[in-house]
């Protein structure tokens, strides 16, 4: 079966602290994506990043990085020096295979929401 | 681009009531869905669409219909509102490139069913 969790809920820091929100998936496809999306307050999800299930390497950007890892079947989202803007829920998702073929197949965590203290 | 744009942003249904919610994209995408978001348990896909005049149904299609006559425009219909389709409906598009697709999402609409 296929499976996205966010255990966090919630998490709130201060800012300029650092936040690592965790995503643990579950599938037995070798070729899969995986997502991060935002939702600000104002309630539409912002896509963030897209990885597929060959490319390990990390990404930065900017105050931003993602951490995969197939060993652990891991996707954390880091944000350095976290800002007010930062608050927001973010979800992690999983689709499997080719679009054509399994667009039914995008599933999404539950969501972190996260909250910066100014 | 206005990108994906959703209408109403609010609606008061009651039980038994019928409505449309209308979901329109300036993008030229083959790819539209619905999505609807209950608290604590992430997004779940409705209905989609791989191109015009082609629907399918999701994880959750009970009570709701689709119909894709161009690809601009994918409404989600609702034939008779139930309390538990109480929940906050977005649309999504998306192009296909092989490995580099990325899905838009519309504002949402918020949908109260009383």
């Known amino acids: 079966a296929q499976k996205v969790t966010q255990a966090q809920t919630e998490i709130s820091v201060v800012e300029k602290e650092d936040v690592t929100l965790d995503c643990v998936y579950e599938?037995?496809?070798?070729?899969?994506?995986l997502f991060w999306y935002k939702q600000p307050p104002s309630g539409e999800l912002v896509f963030l990043i897209r990885r597929n299930s060959f490319d390990e390497q990390n990404e930065i950007s900017g105050r931003y990085s993602w951490n995969f890892q197939k060993s652990t079947s891991s996707f954390n989202f880091t944000i350095t020096a976290s800002q007010v803007v930062d608050s927001a829920v973010y979800f992690c998702a999983l689709r499997l295979g080719e679009m054509k073929t399994s667009y039914d197949k995008v599933i999404f965590g539950p969501g972190t929401s996260l909250s910066v203290i100014p | 681009n206005a990108g994906v744009t959703q209408t109403p942003k609010f609606q008061v249904l009651k039980t038994g009531q019928s409505m449309t919610l209308q979901c329109a994209q300036d993008?030229?995408?083959?790819?539209m869905s619905w999505y609807r978001q209950d608290p604590g348990m992430g997004l779940r896909l409705i209905h989609y669409s791989v191109g015009a005049g082609i629907t399918d149904q999701g994880e959750v299609p009970n009570g709701y219909n689709v119909s894709r006559s161009t690809t601009e425009d994918f409404p989600l219909r609702l034939l008779s509102a139930a309390p538990s389709q109480t929940s906050v409906y977005f649309c999504?598009?998306?192009?296909?490139?092989?490995?580099?697709?990325?899905?838009?999402f519309g504002p949402g609409t918020r949908l109260l069913v009383l």
């Open positions: 999504a598009s998306s192009y296909s490139a092989a490995y580099q697709e990325t899905q838009y």
């Open positions: 993008m030229n995408h083959e790819y």
């Open positions: 599938t037995r496809d070798t070729t899969y994506y």
